[in-house]
């Protein structure tokens, strides 16, 4: 079973910027999409950002489109998530998640996931 772990996460102002990383603890066979959801308190967890491990093709929320930026590093076994201009809305705890399918954005196509890093950001 792969082990993602999540960091960078932490307190900002209002259009600053956060670098998230997520490690895996190896490369897992079958993994096809790396994703990024939220989740913010009483809500549910939303897509945020996904990557193709082959070919590096991303795909972001509306929400993030044209702020957030996703990458990957296959010697590192790493996905980040640049943000930036990041708003009070932003204010969530982001997950690292994997996948098996190519670029779906729904949480339950997900199969492995870390512990979540919190971002907040105020006004």
């Known amino acids: 079973q792969v082990q993602l772990v999540e960091s960078g996460g932490g307190l900002v102002q209002a259009g600053g910027s956060l670098r998230l990383s997520c490690v895996a603890s190896r490369r897992a066979l079958g993994t096809i999409t790396m994703g990024w959801f939220r989740q913010a308190p009483g809500k549910e967890r939303d897509f945020v950002a996904a990557?193709?491990?082959?070919?590096?093709?991303?795909y972001y929320a509306d929400s993030v489109k044209g702020r957030f930026t996703i990458s990957r590093d296959d010697a590192k076994n790493m996905v980040s998530l640049q943000m930036n201009s990041l708003k009070p809305e932003d204010t969530a705890i982001y997950y690292c998640?994997?996948?098996?399918?190519?670029?779906?954005?729904?949480?339950?196509?997900?199969?492995?996931w870390g512990q979540g890093t919190q971002v907040t950001v105020s006004s």
């Open positions: 990557i193709s491990w082959n070919g590096g093709t991303a």
């Open positions: 998640a994997r996948s098996r399918t190519l670029l779906r954005t729904h949480w339950g196509a997900y199969d492995a």
